[in-house]
């Protein structure tokens, strides 16, 4: 081999190497990292979770560690540790705790259970009510109310209805607590006890365990939820394993396991959703977006118009496509444009506000000072086009109720199919003035400035709504509740921001 070859064999070899590091160093979308998530799951809810978990392993080789306990003590056991990726209670009010406790970023609905009374197969005690558990010959087994959900529950609920303190000290004298549903189920199993009170999904899971139901639990549908740690160093992955246990796929375990599922998500490893947004909402959200796409490992087709335009596109869909392509969430420009396909969606908040102003030329050489500056002869003015967007729409509303209409109209020049349209149109000096989002100006405030009017009608109110038809429905919720939180980003994009954070 000469001198030439070698020189061309070592670059083939440095060429390859280096493909191969950059292939072996791309992350894998699918593959998870060696380290494993590491899920606290109240105990009464181990079959169905450790099922899925099995199953989440074997399809995507994510490695999941799950630890047991009553959710109380999970609860602890994360408030002094600061670790951990995702937290399954027994019911809501723990996430709602850990929430306020601010250990936790998003949370997933799972199933619902209810409080019953078990007793062993046949019943020997013949005990039918709560009450019964009373008698002087029978041993009851109860959760314990500060380890877990279901000895919390029995207490909210017989407290209510005036029997916690008899059945606390009926345990206490000729009974146990136990830290943990399955124990007080074992208990029943096993006639340690005559009778335990127990979720009516881990009953299900006792082929030799009977239960009677009580009207004090009757109102006592409490939800499974899932929250995500904040403490987690690897939210995607914990988010795609949260949307598995919340999905379809996720649905059918929980269901064969005895528990009430929630409707969820159609199952995909990397979702995409189509998400329709009035054209004046883009500076607030678009960078909202991007970062929900990042952290759950999803794409959101975001499409921003006019919402004339939008909600024309949704009739079209709705008619000639038989609904395929119709958005998951929509957020409009204005309640006008909602309530115009409302039937269409749910769920609808008020998330932002913004004023209608006259934006003028930086220094307003035309001394524009109201609405009547815009009738004198020989003025330029532009609007939106009210079919095809709300600026257009409300703009009209505006002038037919301030009796200015027509002779505003005479001076129009030029009518835009969105509002993102409108202020390009004085900043090329197109017009003298034009009526537009407040907003907007702000993008442009080193070559226009706004003159306020003084209208009721001069206001735009942004509502974010999710589909009626949408197969993911809680990933919608979540971007809902995403968008809920980022106050500051309305803020500085000049809206103003109508939710409690």
Known sequence: MNGKHLILFGLVAVVVLIALLTILSRPSDKAGSEEPLLVYCAAGIKPP??????????????????????SGTLLSNIRVSRHGDLYIAGDASYIEIASRKGLIEEVLPLAYMQPVIAVTKGNPKGIETIQDLLKEDIRIALGNPDATSIGKQTKIFLTQAGMWGPIKKRAERNGVFKPTVPEVANDVKLGAVDAGIIWDATAAQYDDIEIIRDPAFDSAHMEISLGVLKSTRQPQKALRFARWLNSRVGNKVFNRYGFNPVEGDTWQWHPEITFFCGAVNRRAVESIVKAFQQREGVTINTVYNGCGVLTGQMRTIRQDQKGAGF??????CDRYYLENVKEWFQEDVDISDTDIVIAVPKGNPKNIKSLTDLTKPGMRVSVGQPEQCTIGALTHT??????????????????????????????TKSVDATLAYNTDTMAESDKVEAVHIHSTYAKAIQPFSISRSSEYKHLGRRLKKRIAESKEAFSSAGFNFRLDP
């Open 49 to 70: 979770v450790l099922q899925l978990s099995q199953d989440f392993e074997k399809e995507y080789g994510v490695q999941i560690q799950l630890q047991y306990g009553g």
């Open 327 to 332: 958005p998951d969430v929509y957020l409009a």
């Open 398 to 427: 505006m002038l037919k109720n301030m009796n200015i209409y027509e002779a505003v109209m005479s001076n129009v020049v030029m009518q835009t199919a969105s509002s993102a349209m409108l202020i390009p149109t004085v900043t």
